[in-house]
């Protein structure tokens, strides 16, 4: 290939690394863009996920700077070590941490230590736990999704999901309130243990863009973990029944409502 048609085929190279938007988020800011990505692998080592999450911080703060924030859920032992907790200096930020805290939720504000220095939001489960039977018997009349009382992992993503629901629609508001105008918000939701927030901000028609990023579908996992000839055989698999027999219906489920919800969905 020509030097001349290499160019060609790689030129947005040179317009990203050029960008006007790599303003540390000042462009963002004048256009009143908000960008929020939330998993619960921020600051929380699982898998490969907290890992794209930390590899794009940098890249996403330079463009959005405090336009950008991750949500995730509070861990004291990783908080210690990998957060620089302080009080918001943003008025918004700050209302919408102590809308939480008058009724009993808790939300750590800080940075997280890493290339890019981004802001956090963390969200301390035990703190909420008060209100899951709550949520969740409105989740199911909101869905028909039921969550079994024994399985922990998701009860921690009916939480943090109602958290962040709470916590997008009050920052929303709050932008209006301190600007004078509707704030343009995405919210970038990763896996399905984080899909409740943004199947409730549908369901309460919140002005906010939706993307769900699964990075290996649920039930694709179980598939291909049980060596079954997955690709050749996709069009015989009943999908519902095979989340059955693996006990994972209900997860199966949040995930299907959050990819059916989601205005943009990626694999």
Known sequence: MRSSQMSKRFYRLDNVLNSEYLDNGRKAEEENRWYFEVATEVLNKVGGIHTVIRSKAQISREEMGDQYCLIGPYNESTALTEVEVETPKSPVMRNVINTLKESGVRVVYGHWLIDGYPQVLLVDYGSAAWKL????????????????FQDRETNDAIILGYCVAWILEEFYKQVGLDRGSAPNMLAHFHEWMSGVGLILCRIRHLDIAT?????????????????????????????????????????????RAAVHSAHVFTT
């Open 133 to 148: 039977d709550e949520w969740k018997h409105d989740f199911w009349n909101l869905c028909n999704i039921g969550v079994p």
């Open 211 to 255: 993307v769900f990023t699964t990075h290996a579908t649920l039930l694709g996992r179980y598939l291909c973990a049980a060596n079954i000839d997955f690709y050749n055989n996709l069009h015989l698999f009943h999908l519902d029944r095979e989340a059955g027999e693996r006990q994972i219906y209900h997860r199966y489920c949040l995930e």
